[in-house]
């Protein structure tokens, strides 16, 4: 934050990045318009195009109101395929970006890296380093081979990699899905990793409105976890040990599972229906379409419930419309959870193994978070499916927490 209050990142202003960006991606997403469809081939994720930005505008590029800027796209054919994928349409790609102003979010991470939201919430732009937009470049052909193989997935969806350059700064972006639909209010927010050292939010993190709470607290504010159905329970957990295999093969470690948590209680007067059990179901009422916000997603395998391939049928006692999983906390409160994996872009190969040998040095090695990538996966799954997530077979809410 500079001297006016404004955000800058590498000393540019926030405005600037964000009115830029959506010239670049309208630039890019147009551009691909006279590009006819065709099967991906190798070469399409290496290609980078670069275009400059003139201030007075050019053939292909309008005036603007910014400092002269140039755009590189990575990629461009290859994350078309992907959007295409996932259900993304080339209109209704630009139209997330370029119709209204993108919004900042305040990010808890250490890194220092920005994030923005497009205005209608679909999309997440975070700027990465040098070395991670790298990661991504030559991640990307094993990476959509999972996924496009399998888009039952709770890994992240990268629909662009773009650079930003000015005055000889480059600000490398990702585009990601937002795992939190914005008509429904979360009310708890954690990223957990399995380890515990140092995996407490800091003071200024919990005088947040939302504070993004660790795994420390967690077991703290949650000492049973959170009970799931038990065929949710095994969707889940099946997804998350396919995804963290996926990301063991590809040495990435220090990713997180994002959880959301709404609590039904605490929205009733909006909604304004029962909510009870049934069967130890929790019948989740129609939040979405109740809400102000009434809108549907028009990304197809994003919602949580279809990342874990749970399709709500019509003979079940579940009606829930905001594709979170409904669940239950330890405190009996019927919840809607929103999950995800993220922050995958680190490589322990590339860049861990010196701060491993440093750190293991002062540190017990088995507590902290940087660690192989095997041992990174086997104790995230160990921490997801003991501590956080708990299969309810009798509907009642256990009394002991398995994690002692
Ligand atoms: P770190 O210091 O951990 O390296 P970072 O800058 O790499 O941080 P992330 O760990 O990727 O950032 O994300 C930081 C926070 O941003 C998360 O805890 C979460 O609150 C939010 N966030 C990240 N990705 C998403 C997403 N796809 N949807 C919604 N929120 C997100
Ligand atoms: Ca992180
Ligand atoms: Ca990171």
């Known amino acids: ?17 964000m009115g830029s960006i959506q010239l670049g991606i309208q630039y890019a997403v147009g551009g691909l318009a ?6 991906l081939l190798i070469q399409d994720f290496m290609t980078v195009e670069t275009k400059v930005f003139t201030c007075d505008g050019a053939n292909l590029t309008p005036a603007h109101r910014f400092p002269q800027f140039s755009f590189k796209i990575y990629a461009p054919i290859a994350f078309r395929y992907f959007r295409d994928v996932f259900g993304i349409q080339p ?22 890296s920005i994030f923005y939201v497009t205005d209608d919430d679909e999309f997440v732009i975070k700027t990465v380093t040098h070395k991670e937009a790298e990661f991504l470049q030559k991640l990307l052909p094993g990476y959509y081979m999972n996924i496009v193989q399998n888009p039952r997935t709770l890994l992240p969806k990268f629909f662009g990699l773009y650079c930003y350059h000015c005055n000889s700064k480059n600000i490398r972006l990702v585009i990601m899905n937002n795992l939190f639909p914005s008509w429904i209010e979360i009310h708890e ?9 140092k995996r407490q939010a800091s003071p200024a993190e919990r005088d947040k409105a939302l504070p993004t709470f660790k795994d420390l607290d967690f077991m703290e504010m949650h000492q049973n976890g959170i009970i799931l159905t038990p065929d949710m329970y095994d969707a889940l957990c099946k997804t998350m040990e396919r995804d963290c295999r996926v990301l063991e093969s590809f040495k990435i470690m220090d990713y997180s599972l994002l959880i959301g948590i709404h609590i039904l209680a605490k929205s009733s007067e909006a909604c304004g229906e029962v909510v009870g059990t049934s069967n130890g179901v929790t019948v989740v009422p129609d939040v979405a379409s109740t809400s102000s916000k009434n809108k549907k997603r028009h990304l197809y395998h994003t919602t949580v419930m279809e990342s874990i391939d749970k399709r709500v049928s019509n003979q079940d006692t579940i009606r829930n419309s905001s594709g979170g999983i409904p669940a239950k906390s330890d405190k009996g409160e019927h919840v809607i959870l929103f999950i995800g994996i993220i922050d995958v872009l680190q490589s322990y190969k590339l860049m861990k ?21 095997d041992f ?4 995230f799954l160990n921490f997801m499916t003991k501590t956080v997530f708990h299969k309810s077979d009798t509907g009642q809410v256990p009394t002991t927490s398995s994690h002692k």
Not at 34 to 39: A, I, L, Q, T
Not at 359 to 369: A, E, L, Q
Request: hydrophobic share 30%.
């Open 189 to 197: 927010k954690f990223d957990l990793k399995g380890s515990t050292f």
């Open 1 to 17: 934050v500079d001297d006016e209050g404004e955000t800058t990142y590498k000393r540019i202003t926030s405005n600037q990045i």
């Open 34 to 39: 006279s590009k006819p469809e065709r099967d």
């Open 91 to 112: 209109e209704d790609f630009m139209f997330s970006f370029c119709n209204a102003p993108l919004r900042e979010l305040s990010n808890p991470g250490a890194s220092g």
């Open 353 to 373: 193994k010196i701060e491993h040998t440093v750190k293991s040095m002062f540190f017990d090695s088995d507590t902290i978070s940087v660690h192989r990538p």
């Open 376 to 379: 990174y996966a086997t104790r």
